[in-house]
């Protein structure tokens, strides 16, 4: 019998008797590697088979047992499919709905995907991952309306023995990809959209890291207005109690200001373009409660706050409103809340006054304002204001403004100058309150104001130059009468004129008590400012004899 290289015999026909492709046909003929193989296999396809017989039943049962957890909201559940191989479950259109208003949906979820986490297997936990594909989150005032007026508290309705009955095992890590979030408000067809976002949370049980404040770790980003974008990456205990404990750093990017108007809707600001950055941090537990904004710019926004004499009421309890919640806020100790530095650049503020005789507009442009050192806590020192621009488009203007967190009382130092202003700028404004205008001169403005100890000291001073009143070819068409009054206008400015410098100047003292504990800094420097700059501008002009009315 002959032999190989490698001593394999072979068949009188020279076909190896031996060799690895005979040892290979023993085994797969084999009934022991055939019943091995097939058995298991055969389950598996038949296992996979059934599972899809279960599909419906599961579905039904599913979404009948969620909404049996929920008080006020209900869901629907298109479809769901259990993978037994893997133990995962993949449901399809889970949509959420509120009783009240179910339309739109508060959240559609296309693609949920739950399965055992087994990397953590390891580690002797049995826990889940979450994965949300495109899901669309919508908000809306009348939901959040009837969220609000609800007896029944977020917690008492039931979201988390819903959420417990689409997988058994408790969430360790979550992923949403490709979501969006849209706030309507009160115009449908402007809504305020977050799109393409991201968000990915790891260790949710604290099975690692459990001696840690915050063992879990996220990341968030997405799309913002359109052409935003923003970043939020931190840390956090999810099972902090009685509430959970988040901290993280947030940095926002080219998000368009003018965008916002939504939330506008229904106050006394009107906001176009304008362009937005930030950076900061904040934290929210039970014994810290931070924010921190580091850095915040806005370039070119035109902002113009408009008052109505049929709002005046409102307006004013908004802003006591607003006062009475920075004294509960000040000097908090379980609550900061600080401004590193506040900048913008490039911009038009303005006040229209529709409830005037006539209505008119004031405003600064190319205005430039800082912030800086701004906080709730006394402890911190003063903030320091810097305000910059053209008064009504030619008077330069600087301001500086000093104050304190309130305690005890505001504590302000205002500073203002304004150099050069055209009058003929301010007509409308001369038109409204003392029925004439002028046809040349010039407006300038020193003011200081002090607040401490509820009491108020200061002064404002203006200066007049080379004022023209009375201009025969604009005044020719107008009643006898009121020529005769923008003469005597124009007469009194030339007598009280300085003969050394050409100008008319006027002082107006400030000094008095606070009466009003509840008014707030800002609304006490805006208020003692409107009054004494109109008194001052207007000396002597804001009333006229009868029968002088231009028409």
Same mark, same amino acid.
């Given at each position: 019998m002959s032999q190989n290289k490698v001593g394999n015999t072979r068949s009188p026909g020279g076909v190896p008797t031996d060799g690895p492709r005979s040892r290979l046909q023993k085994l797969t003929g084999s009934p022991a590697l055939r019943w091995g193989?097939?058995? !298991?296999?055969?389950?598996?396809?038949?296992? @996979?088979?059934?599972?899809?017989?279960?599909?419906? &039943?599961?579905?039904?049962?599913?979404?009948?047992?969620m909404n049996g957890?929920?008080?006020?909201?209900?869901?629907?559940?298109?479809?769901?499919?259990?993978?037994?191989?893997?133990?995962?479950?993949?449901?399809?259109?889970l949509t959420v709905l509120q009783q009240a208003h179910p339309d739109p949906p508060v959240v559609v979820f296309p693609v949920l995907k739950a399965s055992i986490l087994w990397s953590e297997i390891l580690s002797g936990s049995?826990?889940?991952?979450?994965?949300?594909?495109?899901?669309?989150?919508?908000? *809306?005032?009348?939901? +959040?309306?009837?969220?609000?007026?609800?007896?029944?508290?977020?917690?008492?309705?039931?979201?988390?023995?819903?959420?417990?009955?689409?997988?058994?095992?408790?969430?360790?890590?979550?992923?949403?990809?490709?979501?969006?979030?849209?706030?309507?408000?009160?115009?449908?067809?402007?809504?305020?959209? +977050?799109?393409?976002? *991201?968000?990915?949370?790891?260790?949710?049980?604290?099975?690692?890291? &459990?001696?840690?404040?915050?063992p879990s770790s996220f990341h968030l980003d997405t799309a913002i207005l359109g052409t935003g974008h923003g970043t939020i990456d931190g840390r956090a205990n999810f099972l902090g109690e009685p509430y959970p404990g988040i901290k993280g750093r947030v940095k926002l990017e080219a998000v368009p200001v003018e965008n916002l108007k939504p939330l506008l809707a229904g106050s006394s600001f009107t906001i176009e373009g304008g362009m937005l950055g930030a950076s900061g941090e904040a934290e929210y537990a039970p014994n810290v409660k931070l924010a921190r904004l580091e850095k915040l710019t806005v370039q070119g926004m035109k902002v113009d706050y408009h008052h109505y004499q049929a709002n005046?009421? /409102?307006?004013?309890?908004?802003?006591?409103?607003?006062?009475?919640?920075?004294?509960?806020?000040?000097?908090? !100790?379980?609550?900061?809340?600080?401004?590193?530095?506040?900048?913008?650049?490039?911009?038009n503020f303005g006040i229209v006054n529709h409830a005037a005789p006539k209505p008119y507009r004031l405003f600064l442009t190319q205005a430039d304002f800082e912030l800086n050192n701004f906080s709730n806590q006394f402890t911190q020192g003063p903030a320091q204001a810097r305000l910059t621009g053209k008064f009504m488009g030619s008077g330069t203007t600087a301001a500086t403004l000093n104050f304190r967190p309130q305690q005890g009382g505001p504590d302000v130092d205002l500073h203002l100058k304004v150099d050069?202003?055209?009058?003929?700028? /301010? *007509?409308?404004? +001369?038109?409204?309150?003392?029925?004439?205008?002028?046809?040349a001169g010039v407006f300038s403005l020193v003011t200081?104001?002090?607040?401490?100890?509820?009491?108020?000291?200061?002064? /404002?001073?203006?200066?007049?130059?080379?004022?023209?009143? @009375?201009?025969?070819?604009?005044?020719?068409?107008?009643?006898?009468?009121?020529?005769?009054?923008?003469k005597l206008v124009g007469a009194a400015a030339w007598l009280l004129q300085n003969r050394s410098r050409q100008e008319v100047a006027t002082r107006v003292a400030i000094h008095g008590s606070l009466k009003n504990p509840q008014t707030s800094t800002w609304q006490i420097v805006g208020e003692l400012f409107k009054n004494a700059f109109f008194k001052a501008l207007l000396p002597g002009f804001d009333k006229q004899p009868a029968g002088t009315a231009k028409r």
């Amino acid at each position: 019998m002959s032999q190989n290289k490698v001593g394999n015999t072979r068949s009188p026909g020279g076909v190896p008797t031996d060799g690895p492709r005979s040892r290979l046909q023993k085994l797969t003929g084999s009934p022991a590697l055939r019943w091995g193989v097939g058995v !298991p296999a055969g389950l598996a396809v038949c296992l @996979y088979s059934v599972s899809f017989l279960l599909d419906e &039943p599961l579905r039904a049962m599913m979404e009948k047992r969620m909404n049996g957890h929920l008080i006020g909201y209900s869901v629907r559940l298109s479809g769901l499919h259990l993978n037994p191989i893997g133990l995962s479950l993949t449901l399809k259109g889970l949509t959420v709905l509120q009783q009240a208003h179910p339309d739109p949906p508060v959240v559609v979820f296309p693609v949920l995907k739950a399965s055992i986490l087994w990397s953590e297997i390891l580690s002797g936990s049995l826990v889940a991952t979450f994965r949300l594909d495109a899901p669309r989150i919508n908000i *809306n005032l009348q939901q +959040l309306q009837s969220q609000a007026s609800s007896a029944v508290t977020m917690k008492e309705q039931g979201w988390q023995q819903a959420v417990q009955e689409i997988y058994p095992l408790k969430i360790n890590a979550l992923k949403i990809h490709d979501a969006s979030v849209t706030y309507i408000t009160r115009d449908p067809g402007k809504p305020l959209v +977050l799109s393409h976002l *991201n968000l990915q949370a790891t260790n949710i049980r604290n099975i690692h890291l &459990p001696d840690k404040v915050y063992p879990s770790s996220f990341h968030l980003d997405t799309a913002i207005l359109g052409t935003g974008h923003g970043t939020i990456d931190g840390r956090a205990n999810f099972l902090g109690e009685p509430y959970p404990g988040i901290k993280g750093r947030v940095k926002l990017e080219a998000v368009p200001v003018e965008n916002l108007k939504p939330l506008l809707a229904g106050s006394s600001f009107t906001i176009e373009g304008g362009m937005l950055g930030a950076s900061g941090e904040a934290e929210y537990a039970p014994n810290v409660k931070l924010a921190r904004l580091e850095k915040l710019t806005v370039q070119g926004m035109k902002v113009d706050y408009h008052h109505y004499q049929a709002n005046a009421s /409102l307006e004013k309890k908004r802003v006591a409103l607003v006062g009475e919640t920075a004294r509960k806020l000040a000097n908090r !100790p379980e609550l900061v809340v600080r401004a590193d530095q506040v900048s913008l650049t490039g911009c038009n503020f303005g006040i229209v006054n529709h409830a005037a005789p006539k209505p008119y507009r004031l405003f600064l442009t190319q205005a430039d304002f800082e912030l800086n050192n701004f906080s709730n806590q006394f402890t911190q020192g003063p903030a320091q204001a810097r305000l910059t621009g053209k008064f009504m488009g030619s008077g330069t203007t600087a301001a500086t403004l000093n104050f304190r967190p309130q305690q005890g009382g505001p504590d302000v130092d205002l500073h203002l100058k304004v150099d050069e202003t055209r009058m003929t700028s /301010l *007509n409308d404004l +001369l038109r409204s309150y003392g029925d004439f205008d002028v046809s040349a001169g010039v407006f300038s403005l020193v003011t200081e104001l002090h607040i401490k100890n509820d009491t108020l000291t200061g002064y /404002l001073k203006p200066f007049f130059r080379d004022m023209q009143v @009375y201009d025969k070819r604009k005044d020719k068409d107008s009643p006898i009468m009121h020529k005769v009054y923008e003469k005597l206008v124009g007469a009194a400015a030339w007598l009280l004129q300085n003969r050394s410098r050409q100008e008319v100047a006027t002082r107006v003292a400030i000094h008095g008590s606070l009466k009003n504990p509840q008014t707030s800094t800002w609304q006490i420097v805006g208020e003692l400012f409107k009054n004494a700059f109109f008194k001052a501008l207007l000396p002597g002009f804001d009333k006229q004899p009868a029968g002088t009315a231009k028409r």
